[in-house]
């Protein structure tokens, strides 16, 4: 089992509406949960940190998480063309000693005009 | 701002070249990282590094090696550079505070070994 997963999309939504993107990671220990997008040939750009169970809200994006499950997500409300882009999830490893952090592979968001 | 400084964004060399990759952070950051990025298989960690001086293999880092003899500054070496070392190099840094930080990256450096 991977350590971080993600559904590697493409995820279509139609500008304007709610894009949600998911990740679940398998180590019930990991403390803390990072959002990053990438447009195509850039490089990561974090968006989102949370580090506590519930919601967190910046503008347009919400991030979710849920220790219990080992689920974390990202809302995108109102979705623009310009948020087209591959959005990865990160979190700690066990013990979070190293300050390294697991990376999924990415979901690629398409917002349709 | 944190500002991550990778010296080139394009870099094309030969096989068996020694190729340096340099990596310069202005925030002051303990931990700093080198990674590649290949389509399909997502970001993998080959080095970092928690202090000057001091160093850790990542998952990948056979064919690489790695220096940081001041704080802001993290080199990547490749020894004798191979075509399967083609790829994306994205460098990052870190503080230490609290628990683990948020990982803030370069631009990345598109480097093609022909």
């Known amino acids: 089992q991977k350590e971080v997963e993600q559904n590697s999309g493409p995820l279509s939504v139609p500008e304007g509406a709610i894009a949600s993107l998911n990740c679940t990671y398998s180590d019930r220990v990991s403390q803390s949960f990072f959002w990053y997008r990438q447009y195509s040939g850039k490089s990561p750009e974090l968006i989102m940190s949370?580090?506590?169970?519930g919601d967190k809200e910046d503008g347009r994006f919400t991030a979710q998480l849920n220790k219990a499950s080992q689920y974390v997500s990202l809302l995108i409300r109102d979705s623009q063309p310009s948020d087209s882009a591959t959005y990865l999830c990160?979190?700690?490893?066990?013990?979070?000693?190293?300050?390294?952090?697991?990376f999924g592979t990415g979901t690629l968001l398409a917002v349709q005009p | 701002d944190v500002k991550v400084t990778q010296s080139s964004r394009y870099l094309v060399k030969r096989t068996g070249e020694k190729v340096f990759l340099e990596c310069v952070q202005d925030m002051d950051h303990e931990n700093m990282f080198w990674y590649r990025q290949d389509p399909g298989l997502g970001l993998r960690l080959i080095y970092f590094s928690y202090d000057v001086k001091m160093k850790e293999k990542g998952d990948i880092p056979e064919g690489y090696s790695v220096s940081r003899e001041k704080k802001e500054r993290f080199s990547l070496i490749l020894e004798s550079a191979s075509t399967n070392q083609t790829s994306m190099y994205l460098c990052?840094?870190?503080?230490?505070?609290?628990?683990?930080?948020?990982?803030?990256f370069g631009d990345g450096t598109r480097l093609s070994i022909l």
């Open positions: 990160a979190v700690t490893p066990a013990g979070g000693a190293t300050n390294k952090l697991i």
């Open positions: 949370i580090y506590s169970n």
């Open positions: 990052a840094s870190s503080r230490t505070f609290r628990g683990n930080q948020p990982q803030h």
